[in-house]
Each structure stands twice: as C-alpha cells, then as structure tokens.
Nanobody, 129 residues
Framework: VQLVESGGGLVQAGGSLRLSCTDS????????MGWFRQAPGKEREFVAV????????YYADSVKGRFAISRDNAKNTVFLQMDSLEAEDTGVYYC???????????????????????WGQGTQVTVSS
C-alpha cells in the first residue's frame, strides 16, 4: 500500500492550499481516510477524517469552518481544502487510511492514530505571517 500526498507548499496567512492523497496501489478497500499534521517540536495531531461509504466527516476544533475534507471514490483520493490559513497551521501533513477489513468504528474514534492502518510520507505546509 502506498499513500502519496501532494499539494503542500508555502502560502501567506489568509491564503489557501488544497492537499491530495491517493492510494496509488489500489491494493485495499478503504473504510475511511484522514489527515494529521505535525508542527515543529510538537506531537502529531488529528485534523480531519471522512468515511468512504457514507457521508460522515469529523474535524479538529482548530480547523472547523476553515478546512474541508472531500473524496473521489473512483480515484481512491482524499482532498483537504485549507482556507484562511494561519501560521499555526504550519507543519507536515500526513494522510492516513483505515482498511475496511479492520472493521467498523465511529467517525469520532478516528481522531486517534491507532485506528489507521496505512500512512503517507507527509507533505510540508508552511504559512507565513
């Protein structure tokens, strides 16, 4: 399994970026895909998750109203639209996926890293103030 992120970069505060993450190998059935981030000197934290069958999403409080997670089922791709970016949003953004074989869990439970089976390598997002 290979999750490949793209779309990171440098942007000014108040600007926007759109991240993408694709399961290039198409080797598993996706239950949900999510995004995490890690700021310099801090632990990795949850950002957002979207399930693959229904229409459920869950966001960290810090990004609600500014970020939106969407998907393209046909392309096994998840997107993270990030608007009104702030300097505090700077970090490496990681895509993660849960395999359907891992079973059903609530969308809110997927804020925990241990609920994911696969991870991408990360893409850098830098917001200048």
């Amino acid at each position: 399994v290979q999750l490949v992120e793209s779309g990171g970069g440098l942007v000014q505060a108040g600007g926007s970026l759109r991240l993408s993450c694709t399961d290039s190998g198409r080797t598993f059935n996706i239950y949900a895909m999510g995004w995490f981030r890690q700021a310099p000197g801090k632990e990795r934290e949850f950002v957002a998750v979207r399930d693959w069958i229904g229409d459920s999403t869950y966001y960290a409080d810090s990004v609600k109203g500014r970020f939106a997670i969407s998907r393209d089922n046909a392309k096994n791709t998840v997107f993270l639209q990030m608007d009104s970016l702030e300097a505090e949003d700077t970090g490496v953004y990681y895509c993660a996926a849960r395999d359907r074989e891992s079973g059903d869990i609530s969308i809110a439970t997927m804020r925990w890293e241990v609920t994911y089976d696969y991870w991408g390598q990360g893409t850098q997002v830098t917001v200048s103030s």
